[in-house]
């Protein structure tokens, strides 16, 4: 479980969708910190509208103790003033050190899917730590966790996700399963007629037997866009952990196209893993005993 949780809170449905995955994943001696992020700029209010400012962070403190009373548990509070709310989170992420940011969606489609707003896209987009995202409506009816799904491709990325993801299972009881979505690359289809090496059903059975190779992990495989096959997996898990390889230029994660679009798409909780959690190599997701 994580050590260091930052949960962004709004006073809405997706702050207290955020809280109730964030309980989720705290370990039972962790850290739990709720954060208001008011936009604006901060150096505006040094100095120049002492009222203001002090009637702006008064709402602010007010909100997110009330989140916190709301939540039932032992838990800090932050209140933050920045220019977006994706920012001001990554900032106290950092000032904290946090090991995973919890932010909720906007809302769920008919079809059942998560709807990002501009503020848990901008969550998800530069964050130095582990950023999960919990559905529409998490808080009404939060499940028990008893699978939790991989996102794998023998990559060092879904290697962590997978280490991760058993210190999780083994926490919860949960089943533990992960799935290789296979394809045919473009470059192939475009020189011509597909060559015998490129077979979907032999793509499909290889990537099986990779996965079936993982010890204690159901194994599926199956040929498709990684991140549609991704999402519709998602549907029979109750969190669905990924790793991503989209970074910057010292490590925060950027929402490459795999992990924006599942984070669009995905039917339970996501986590999406940095680089940086990974290269802490699991300190901040120790398993018990």
Known sequence: MFNNVLAGVDGCEGGRDAV???KTLAAEDGRLTFAYVYRGDPHRWRGSSPPLEAAEEERARQLVEKAREEAGVTAQVRWHGAFTVGRGLHELAERIGADVLVVGSSRRSLMGRVLLGNDTSAALNGSPCAVAIAPAGYARQ???????GVGYDGSPESEH???????LAERHGAK????EAVSIPEYAIATGPMPAAYSVDELVEDARRHVSMLEEVEPHAIYGHPAEELALYSASTDLLVLGSRSYG?????VHGSTSHRLARTARCPLLILTRASREADMRSVPSDG
């Open 20 to 22: 109730a995955l964030a």
């Open 142 to 148: 939060p499940s028990a966790i008893r699978e939790i």
């Open 161 to 167: 996700a997978l280490k991760v993801a058993r210190a």
């Open 176 to 179: 533990l399963s992960a799935l």
């Open 249 to 253: 230029p010292i490590g925060r994660l």
